[in-house]
């Protein structure tokens, strides 16, 4: 059976990222993305709806987000859908989720200014090396 978990994004950050390591010393970085819809209604009222996503980077790009990327910064993400579950210490069960970013690009609001990050340095891009996209 054909599946497919793709999501395309365009939205500002709710805060900076936050940067922290794992116990093998590989980076990740969490921030929230606010993503708005603007609609008119039937009786002509505008309206903005948003939706609020938590977001998830890993190894050299989330090093590059936390460096590049601060709160209100305009970015389009292309990643997947993951759910997160645990139990809270009163053994309720929770489930959230999230999109881990596969590629980001950092917006501007000027033309031209916009940058991609694929995980790959401009040399790769000259030899052609591919990128690492271990899904964690």
């Known amino acids: 059976m054909a599946s497919l978990n793709k999501v395309f994004l365009i939205g500002n950050l709710t805060r900076k990222p936050d940067l922290r390591y794992t116990p093998s010393g590989t980076p990740v970085a969490e921030f929230g993305l606010a993503v708005n819809r603007n609609y008119t209604t039937s009786s002509g009222e505008k309206r903005r709806d948003t939706c609020f996503v938590e977001i998830t980077v890993w190894r050299r790009k989330a090093e590059i987000c936390h460096e590049h990327l601060s709160k209100g910064s305009p970015v389009f993400i292309e990643g997947r859908l993951e759910l ?7 053994g309720e069960r929770r489930s959230k989720l999230r999109v ?9 609001r000027s033309k031209n200014k916009d940058k991609e990050f694929d995980g790959k340095s401009d040399s790769q891009h000259q030899s052609g090396e591919s990128s690492d996209n271990e899904s964690q």
């Open 84 to 90: 997160d579950t645990w139990e809270t210490r009163t």
């Open 100 to 108: 881990v970013a596969d590629t980001l690009q950092f917006l501007s």
